[in-house]
């Protein structure tokens, strides 16, 4: 397969399923927690892995010009809490650490590591929920750019990073979230 493609200058990790039915964490099986590890961060893992080491073995990698990365899509619940998505919480917080992990062990190696964190996303996931409490949260302020996004607002940030047009950032997230993520002080 390799050698079909040549070298390999940037992965975009953005395999996930949603946590459906919502469960309490207290409630939660070990089979939906399961599927959501292998799924969400296990394969986002071993495929980071293998493009790394195929990226490092690149002997060109320092002399070609080329901006090489790897971009993982997390989301808002890496960090923001729902008790009835605990699989999906846990799953996106580990794909947060392992952009840390990578881009601290590639950066020496020329490769960046960006982790996207989507907000209220317009999309046949969100829509599988039901969306009224998120159109309350639009509504009440809590985003700033009052709206939902949408896929085309992820799709920018990937190619501005695949790109280089950020080339000395690695392992921080980038909130595609409308200012969600910005709390009021009172």
């Given at each position: 397969m390799w050698e079909d493609f040549g070298r390999l200058d940037c992965l975009h990790?953005?395999?996930?399923?949603?946590?459906?039915?919502?469960?309490d964490i207290l409630e939660l099986a070990p089979d939906a927690f399961d599927r959501?590890?292998?799924?969400?961060?296990?394969?986002?893992?071993?495929?980071?892995?293998?493009?790394?080491?195929?990226?490092?073995?690149?002997?060109?990698?320092?002399?070609?010009?080329?901006?090489?990365?790897?971009?993982?899509?997390?989301?808002?619940?890496?960090?923001?809490?729902?008790?009835?998505?605990?699989?999906?919480?846990?799953?996106?917080?580990g794909l947060s650490m392992?952009?840390?992990?990578?881009?601290?062990?590639?950066g020496p190696e020329g490769v960046a590591v960006h982790e996207i964190r989507p907000g209220f996303m317009q999309t046949a996931m969100t829509a599988s929920a039901g969306s009224p409490e998120i159109e309350a949260a639009i509504a009440d302020g809590r985003v700033p750019l009052a709206r939902w996004g949408s896929p085309e607002d992820i799709g920018t940030a990937v190619g501005t990073l695949a790109s280089g047009d950020l080339p000395y950032m690695t392992?921080?997230?980038?909130?595609?979230?409308?200012?969600?993520?910005?709390?009021k002080a009172t």
């Open positions: 990790n953005n395999a996930g399923i949603a946590a459906r039915p919502l469960t959501a590890v292998d799924i969400n961060l296990r394969g986002t893992f071993f495929l980071s892995q293998t493009v790394a080491n195929r990226m490092v073995e690149d002997p060109d990698r320092f002399s070609d010009g080329i901006y090489r990365s790897i971009i993982i899509v997390t989301s808002i619940a890496a960090e923001l809490v729902s008790p009835d998505r605990s699989q999906y919480n846990i799953t996106k917080a392992l952009t840390k992990v990578l881009a601290y062990r590639l392992g921080q997230p980038i909130w595609i979230a409308g200012g969600l993520n910005v709390v």
